[in-house]
């Protein structure tokens, strides 16, 4: 059995504490994409853990924990991540990493950074962690591997090579300062020697456990929205963080996965730049972003939010095979007097009319293709009536508001998708099943 849990969004949806939650009944719990960008949260009896790249499963000692070859591995973040585990009481890391894995080094911080500048206005916001810049390495064919790195002798003479070309990119061209290869080799070896006892082949790991029957869970990382084919391009990450990602990250065939997840909040949020036809640039925005403390997990920053964009959610169901959905965050719309969902796109020049009738004109409810059209689109929204009552503590479907669970049935029925989970807290415990 295996169940992929993904991001429908635009990341920082919940799926950690979807993991998490669903990981009391797995077996094993795979990363297969993305890198230290992701931020996700765990909150377990008071305890927040915050994970970057280490499976959201680590917090059941008997769980097996796996990175598969499409994740880009910081070794610096990976054991900072471990030390801040085990200080928190996290002792056994029952962990490995596929050996295919690349790894990101200190060039792809800096040349994230140097693009980042060099783009001005028309930066794209990354998280500054050498993602993009270690998926080009990795697809222009001269990236380092998890092997490469436990192994001294072909790491040395590999990353001589790569890092002096860096050296001459960051400096020629960006006007950036050299670094010191032979001094970073040194450190990246020390490092290797700390890795070594987690590298594995977790291709064939996933395989056999699957054979054996054990429960599967595959954790995405990042959203559909930010995929380099199907999310805001060129407003994304440099992977696939949709359910495709999870074979060709894992080294799995499709038919290891039986249910795909897909988490959203009750509303929408992003952090970085590009288009959000539901942006909230007024107080109810604000109002969003504080109740439901939306900064990154990651860098901090403050999150855009918006409402829920049933567009987008239709788009991810679509690209991903999603069967059903998670609907995380619905404590934090509490107290709002109406609630909106859009439901649809007009091009702008037509919203003029859309107050005259919004029957005479051609509503859109497929997500573009191209950034140029999606620019083009403002939101068609339906208003429901919100509620006031704190769900926090709520356990059953049943108990919540009447507006609440209109709410929910209004999303059911625009997306033809059932939703099985209703975050209302962000505890592990603060989670409705129906
Ligand atoms: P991820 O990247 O998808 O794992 O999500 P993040 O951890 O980056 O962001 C989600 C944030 O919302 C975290 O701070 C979670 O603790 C919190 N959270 C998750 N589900 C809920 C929920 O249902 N209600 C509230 N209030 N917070 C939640
Ligand atoms: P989780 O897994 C939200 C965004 C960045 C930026 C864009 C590119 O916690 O949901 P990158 O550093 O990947 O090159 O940045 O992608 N981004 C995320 N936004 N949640 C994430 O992960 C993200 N990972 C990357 O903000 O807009
Ligand atoms: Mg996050």
């Excluded at 994409?33 to 994970?51: D, E, F, I, P, R």
């Excluded at 993009?132 to 001269?142: Q, W």
Aim: aromatic fraction near 8%.
């Amino acid at each position: 059995m295996g169940d992929v849990i993904i991001g429908a969004q635009w990341g920082d949806e919940g799926k950690g504490k979807i993991i998490d939650i669903l990981a009391a009944k797995a077996d094993v719990v795979v990363r297969s994409q993305g890198g230290n960008n992701a931020g996700h949260t765990v909150v377990s009896n008071g305890k927040t853990y915050k994970l970057h790249l280490v499976p959201s499963g680590i917090l059941y000692p008997e769980k097996l924990c796996l990175i598969g070859a499409g994740v880009v591995l910081d070794p610096k973040s990976f054991i900072g991540e471990l030390v801040q585990l085990k200080s928190q009481g996290i002792e056994k890391f029952n962990l490995l990493i596929d050996y295919r894995a690349h790894i990101v080094m200190p060039w792809h911080i800096e040349l994230d950074g140097l693009s980042e500048k060099y783009r001005g206005k028309s930066d794209i916001g990354t998280t500054k962690k050498g993602i993009g810049p270690a998926y080009t390495d990795k697809y222009e064919r001269s990236g380092l591997r998890l092997y490469d790195l436990i192994h001294p002798e072909i790491f040395r003479e590999k990353a001589k090579t790569v890092g002096e070309l860096k050296n001459r990119i960051i400096t020629e061209i960006y006007g950036g300062n050299e670094l010191d290869i032979d001094k970073i080799i040194e450190e990246y070896i020390k490092l290797g020697e700390k890795l070594k006892d987690f590298a594995d082949d977790v291709s064939y790991i996933t395989y056999e456990a699957h054979k054996a029957g054990k429960k599967i869970l595959f954790e995405g990382a990042q959203a559909t929205l930010l995929d380099i084919d199907f999310g805001t391009y060129p407003y994304v990450t440099s992977s696939h963080p949709n359910t495709g990602g999870v074979c060709t990250g894992t080294g799995i065939g499709p038919r290891c996965i039986d249910e795909v997840i897909g988490v959203v909040k009750a509303y929408t949020t992003r952090v970085g730049k590009g288009p959000f036809p539901t942006e909230l640039d007024d107080e109810i925005g604000e109002r969003i972003r504080n109740v439901g403390g939306e900064f990154g997990t990651t860098t901090g920053r403050p999150r855009r939010t918006g409402w829920f964009d049933a567009v987008i959610a239709e788009h991810s169901i679509r690209v991903n095979g999603i069967t059903a959905l998670a609907l995380n965050k619905l404590d934090t719309l509490g107290g709002l007097e109406k609630i909106k969902i859009c439901t649809g796109y007009v091009i702008s020049n037509e919203t003029q009319k859309l107050s005259e009738s919004q029957d005479e004109l051609n509503i859109c409810h497929r997500f573009p293709c191209e950034l140029e059209e999606l620019q083009k689109c403002e939101p068609v929204y339906e208003e429901l009536d919100g509620f006031a009552e704190d769900i926090s503590s709520c356990k059953t479907f049943e108990k919540l508001p009447q507006n609440c669970k209109k709410y929910i049935e209004r999303i059911e029925q625009l997306l033809k998708t059932p939703v099985k989970f209703i975050g209302v807290g962000p505890d592990r415990s603060q989670c409705i099943y129906r």
